[in-house]
C-alpha cells in the first residue's frame, strides 16, 4: 500500500511538471487527495524553482495547496524595516529543535475571568504587578520566546514580510487587510498570558489605554515611568490630548477642541463608515499571490495608525519606534494601544451585531504560531479568537461618549446644494468637464481632488436600504517610496479650509504607514472603502443622482501618489 502511494505521488508529480494545470483538475476525485497534494507540492518546488509571473504551474499550485494563510516556519529570513534598512526579526536558529506545535486549547472554564482595565483607573498595587512582570520579561535572554525583545519582534517578522505564506513564495503582513484583528488578539492574549505567568498571577490582564474616552485623551502617566518608558517617543505629545486624526501638520487643537474631535472620528470609524464587516475588519485576503489585497478597515486607518504616529519620535525617519511596524512592539505602551483596539473590535461587534463577522472559511482556518507561558509553541486559528469569554478575558465597561457624536453638516444642506450648483455652473462655463469623470485614470494627489461622482441606485425600496450599504469607493491607490501618507475624503464639501471629522461631510481616511513595497509587489495599489448611507442621508442627497467628492491631500507624500478613480458600491 505505501509502495504504491509512493509511485502514485511519483506519477503526479511528474504530471504536473510536464501536463498543464487543467490535467491536474481531473485527481481531484483521488482518495487521500490533501495528502497527494502535499507530496506533490514538495516534490516540485524542492528543486529551487524560481517562479515568475508566467510561471502558471506555481500559481496553480499556489492557488489550491492552500486553503487558509498560514506562515511557513522554515521560510524566516532579513526584511525591509524602511527602504534603507534591511532587519532581521526572525527568531533564533536554536528554536527549530524544539518547535513541534501543538494546536490552541482554551483555559479552563473553571479558571477566573481576567479582566482589562483601563490604564487610567489603575492603582498603585495593579501598577506594581505589571511593573514587576515587565521587569522581569525585560531580564529574560533573547534566547527565551518569553523575553520583550522576542516579544517585540512578533510584530516586526508578521508586519514586514519575513516569512512567507505555506506553500507559496508570497509573503505574510497582517496589516491593511481582514487578519489586522484577529493576529493582534492572538499577540496580545499570549503577551497577557507570559506577563502573568512570570508573576505567578493567573488573573492578571494588560491594562488598555482607551484613548477614546476624554478622561484617558492625554498620554497614560504610567508608560513615563520604568520599566514602561521608551526614549523614541514624541515629547512634545506627552502632556497634550491624543490627536486620533493626526496628520504631522503642527496644528495642536485646545483641549476641548481636540476632544469633540477625537469623538467624532470615533463615530464616523466605528459606526457611520463601518455598518458592514469589510469595512470594519478589512479586505479579503486568499492564499497565494493572487490573493493580494490591500483595503484596510476604516478603525486600522485612524485612530490606530494615527495613534501609533503620534506617539513616535517625530524626528525619527518613520516615527520610531511606534510609527514604524519593524520598531512599534519595542515601546510598552503598544501592548495597551492594541488592548484598546482588540477591546474596539467587540465595542463595534456589539453595536452592529456582528458577531460572526466573517464567515469564510480561508478566514476562519487561518493560523499563526505563537509561544505560550510554558514555552510551547501552540498553533491557533482565527476560529480560535472570536469569543474573548473563552480565551477567559474580558474588558471592564467604559463609557463610550462618541456614540452620541453624531456629526452636522458645516452648512445647511439647502445652501450647499446651491452652492455646489453654482460652482458646477461655473465649471461647465470654464470647460473644466475633467471635473465631470470620476475615472482619473492615475491623477496626481499634489493638489486636493474634487470629482462629480454618479450614484447607480439613487431610488433605492425600502428592503434594499435595509440591506444593502452605499459605498464610497476610492481605487487604484498607488503610493510612491515608503513615507507615511494620509488623505481624507469629504462628501458635498463647499469649504476646503473648514474641515476635519467633526462636519458631517467627512467620509472618513486613508492613512498608510512606512512600509518598503516588494519590486514584484510595485504595481499593487490599494482601495479605500467607505460607508457612506448615513452622511448622505444627513446631508439630505440620498435622492440625488450624484455627489461632489473632495480628496485633500493631508502630508506632503500625496505627491507621489496617484488615483484610479472614485465610485460608488453598494454592499449587503
Known amino acids: 500500500m505505501v509502495a504504491q502511494k509512493c509511485s502514485c505521488v511519483v506519477l503526479l508529480a511528474f504530471m504536473a511538471v510536464a501536463l498543464p494545470p487543467a490535467t491536474l483538475l481531473i485527481l481531484t476525485t483521488c482518495t487521500d487527495l490533501w495528502e497527494l497534494k502535499v507530496a506533490i507540492l514538495n516534490i516540485v518546488l524542492s528543486h529551487d524553482r ?5 510561471d502558471n504551474v506555481t500559481n496553480f499550485y499556489e492557488a489550491n495547496m492552500a486553503s487558509e494563510i498560514s506562515p511557513n516556519l522554515t521560510s524566516c529570513h532579513d526584511s525591509y524595516g524602511r527602504t534603507d534598512l534591511l532587519v532581521n526579526c526572525c527568531p533564533p536558529p536554536s528554536d527549530k529543535a524544539t518547535n513541534v506545535p501543538i494546536d490552541f486549547q482554551y483555559p479552563s472554564k473553571l479558571s477566573r475571568l481576567r479582566v ?3 490604564v487610567h483607573l489603575l492603582d498603585s498595587a495593579y501598577v506594581a504587578k505589571y511593573t514587576k512582570a515587565l521587569t522581569i520579561m525585560k531580564s529574560l535572554p533573547h ?3 518569553r523575553s520583550f525583545s522576542r516579544q517585540a519582534l512578533l510584530h516586526c517578522v508578521f508586519c514586514t514580510g519575513a516569512y512567507d505564506q505555506k506553500f507559496s513564495s508570497a509573503t505574510i503582513n497582517i496589516h491593511r487587510q481582514w487578519l489586522f484583528y484577529p493576529y493582534h488578539r492572538m499577540y496580545m492574549y499570549f503577551h497577557e498570558r507570559i506577563l502573568g505567568s512570570l508573576i505567578g498571577d493567573d488573573t492578571f490582564a494588560l491594562p488598555f489605554w482607551n484613548w477614546d474616552n476624554p478622561n484617558s485623551m492625554i498620554f497614560p502617566k504610567m508608560f513615563l515611568e520604568e520599566p514602561f518608558i521608551d526614549s523614541q517617543r514624541e515629547p512634545s505629545h506627552s502632556s497634550h490630548a491624543v490627536d486620533l ?3 504631522k501638520t503642527g496644528i495642536v487643537l485646545e483641549r476641548e477642541e481636540q476632544v469633540d474631535a477625537n469623538l467624532a472620528l470615533m463615530y464616523n470609524q466605528v459606526i457611520a463608515a463601518a455598518k458592514k464587516p469589510e469595512l470594519f475588519m478589512g479586505c479579503p485576503l486568499y492564499p497565494g499571490k493572487d490573493g493580494y489585497c490591500d483595503g484596510p478597515g476604516t478603525v486600522e486607518m485612524a485612530p490606530h495608525n494615527t495613534v501609533h504616529t503620534w506617539v513616535g519620535l517625530a524626528s525619527n525617519p518613520h516615527q520610531e519606534n511606534m510609527g514604524a511596524f519593524y520598531s512599534a512592539g519595542w515601546d510598552p505602551c503598544f501592548y495597551s494601544h492594541h488592548a484598546n483596539i482588540d477591546r474596539i473590535w467587540d465595542v463595534w461587534r456589539d453595536i452592529h451585531g456582528m458577531y460572526l463577522p466573517i464567515n ?6 487561518s493560523y499563526f504560531y505563537f509561544y505560550d507561558e510554558n514555552l510551547q509553541l501552540v498553533k491557533i486559528k482565527v476560529s480560535d479568537v472570536l469569543n474573548t469569554t473563552k480565551l477567559g478575558y474580558t474588558y471592564e465597561k467604559s463609557h463610550l461618549p462618541w456614540l452620541n457624536k453624531r456629526p452636522k453638516p458645516f452648512v445647511s444642506p439647502n445652501i450647499a446644494k446651491h452652492t455646489l450648483k453654482a460652482q ?12 465631470f469623470s470620476n475615472k ?5 494627489l499634489e493638489h486636493p481632488i474634487t470629482v462629480k461622482v454618479y450614484r447607480p441606485k439613487p431610488y433605492r425600496s425600502i428592503e434594499e436600504i435595509k440591506e444593502e450599504e452605499e459605498v464610497l469607493v476610492v481605487y487604484g491607490i498607488k503610493t510612491e517610496g515608503d513615507t507615511k501618507v494620509k488623505f481624507d475624503v469629504y462628501v458635498n464639501l463647499v469649504n476646503e479650509t473648514n474641515v476635519g471629522p467633526t462636519y458631517r461631510e467627512f467620509a472618513g481616511t486613508f492613512v498608510r504607514l512606512p512600509m518598503r513595497i516588494k519590486t514584484s509587489d510595485a504595481n499593487r495599489k490599494s482601495n479605500l472603502k467607505l460607508g457612506i448611507s448615513e452622511l448622505l442621508n444627513d446631508l439630505e442627497v440620498d435622492g440625488d443622482d ?16 496617484t488615483i484610479d478613480g472614485v465610485r460608488i458600491d453598494y454592499m449587503r
Open 50 to 54: 524560481k517562479p515568475s509571473s508566467n
Open 116 to 118: 482589562r482595565r483601563p
Open 143 to 145: 534566547s527565551d520566546p
Open 245 to 247: 486624526n493626526f496628520d
Open 360 to 365: 469564510d472559511t480561508v478566514w476562519l482556518k
Open 424 to 435: 458646477e455652473n461655473y465649471y461647465k462655463e470654464n470647460s473644466r468637464l475633467h471635473l
Open 440 to 444: 482619473l485614470e492615475g491623477r496626481s
Open 546 to 561: 450624484s455627489i461632489w467628492v473632495t480628496i485633500l491631500p493631508k502630508t506632503s507624500s500625496c505627491a507621489g501618489i
